[in-house]
T-cell receptor
Framework: QQQVKQSPQSLIVQKGGISIINCAYE??????FPWYQQFPGKGPALLIA?????SEKKEGRFTISFNKSAKQFSLHIMDSQPGDSATYFC???????????????FGTGTLLAVQP | DTAVSQTPKYLVTQMGNDKSIKCEQN?????MYWYKQDSKKFLKIMFS???????INETVPNRFSPKSPDKAHLNLHINSLELGDSAVYFC?????????????FGPGTRLTVT
């Protein structure tokens, strides 16, 4: 129940195309869903996050779509650029006070390659 | 200015040795974490400290001992290193904001045990 399943494992997209990465979870107590971007040799960097009270959140070219009933969420990268080539991780945690529930449960990662 | 920093960036050592990784954050955050990223890039939490108090310990072997001298520092000491400890270790920090803890990661320490 603590797992977050992520697909695809790898993705190749042409420059200007749309990259879509999907995640699914089981634990209905999860209520905070961030996406992280990781470049080789670097730490994960927070990209965008969503709470279940909205179905979509957009920041620039990055959009999270959230389907609470299906327990699924996805990251869409519009107008994908070669500089977007990185590994993307979805994650989930439980919002709470006191900190004991705020550990991030990560998906397995998607290696995105945007071809010029 | 680096928000979350770790030293060293690379650590190569032999089995059975004891080593430490240091982490410092200058964000003023109250909570710090250690994550382990294995060779398949899977990220898993190991520990979390809030104001120098341990709040999460994910059944990590007791060869791993985190130490938080103050809320800006969380060091990781590993005794009797094993081959399976080879991984990239990330420190992170966060501050509670309306119940959400946005976590910011350091650059990682690649540990290789030979």
């Amino acid at each position: 129940q603590q797992q977050v399943k992520q697909s695809p494992q790898s993705l190749i997209v042409q420059k200007g195309g749309i990259s879509i990465i999907n995640c699914a979870y089981e634990n209905t107590a999860f209520d905070y869903f961030p996406w992280y971007q990781q470049f080789p040799g670097k730490g994960p960097a927070l990209l965008i996050a969503i709470r279940p009270d909205v179905s979509e959140k957009k920041e620039g070219r990055f959009t999270i779509s959230f389907n609470k009933s299906a327990k699924q969420f996805s990251l869409h990268i519009m107008d994908s650029q070669p500089g977007d080539s990185a590994t993307y991780f979805c994650a989930a945690s439980m919002v709470g006070y006191g900190g004991a529930t705020n550990k991030l449960i990560f998906g397995t990662g998607t290696l995105l390659a945007v071809q010029p | 200015d680096t928000a979350v920093s770790q030293t060293p960036k690379y650590l190569v050592t032999q089995m059975g040795n004891d080593k430490s990784i240091k982490c410092e954050q200058n964000l003023g955050h109250d909570t710090m974490y250690w994550y382990k990223q294995d060779s398949k890039k899977f990220l898993k939490i190991m520990f979390s400290y809030n104001n120098k108090e341990l709040i999460i310990n994910e059944t990590v072997p007791n060869r791993f001992s985190p130490k938080s001298p103050d809320k800006a520092h969380l060091n990781l000491h590993i005794n009797s290193l094993e081959l399976g400890d080879s991984a990239v270790y990330f420190c992170a920090s966060s501050q509670e904001k309306r119940g959400i803890y946005e976590q910011y990661f350091g650059p990682g320490t690649r540990l290789t045990v030979t």
